[in-house]
């Protein structure tokens, strides 16, 4: 299983980008997953999870601004960021597998390569 992420840039405070996350190798529905941010000299940290029944959940920190959505028949999620702060600066990463509690990277199997989103004026 592969995992592609895309869709980052550089965006103005208040603007809004969409990630991609695309699974190669399986079956986009056998698994949940995760959407996770590193910034600079801080710990990863888990964001969002879509699960294979399409339930969702969000951190404090980006909920009511992103949205998580499926696509199974691309074997593509999306990450939909909106109202952006400069605070979001951070390499995006997604991460595929079958989890119990889904802010724990370490329940994740496979790991995309990470996508840059830069938030500055």
């Known amino acids: 299983v592969q995992l592609q992420a895309s869709g980052g840039g550089l965006v103005q405070p208040g603007g809004s980008l969409r990630l991609s996350c695309e699974l190669s190798g399986d079956t986009l529905d056998d698994y949940a997953i995760g959407w996770f941010r590193q910034a600079p000299g801080k710990k990863r940290e888990g964001i969002s999870c879509i699960t294979s029944s399409d339930g969702r959940t969000y951190a404090d920190s980006v909920k009511g601004r992103f949205t998580t959505s499926r696509d199974n028949a691309k074997n593509t999620v999306y990450l939909q960021m909106n109202s952006l702060k400069p605070e979001d600066t951070a390499v995006y990463y997604c991460?595929?597998?079958?989890?119990?509690?889904?802010?724990?990277?370490?329940?994740?199997?496979?790991w995309g390569q990470g996508t840059q989103v830069t938030v500055s004026s």
């Open positions: 991460a595929a597998g079958g989890v119990t509690t889904w802010s724990l990277s370490y329940e994740y199997d496979f």
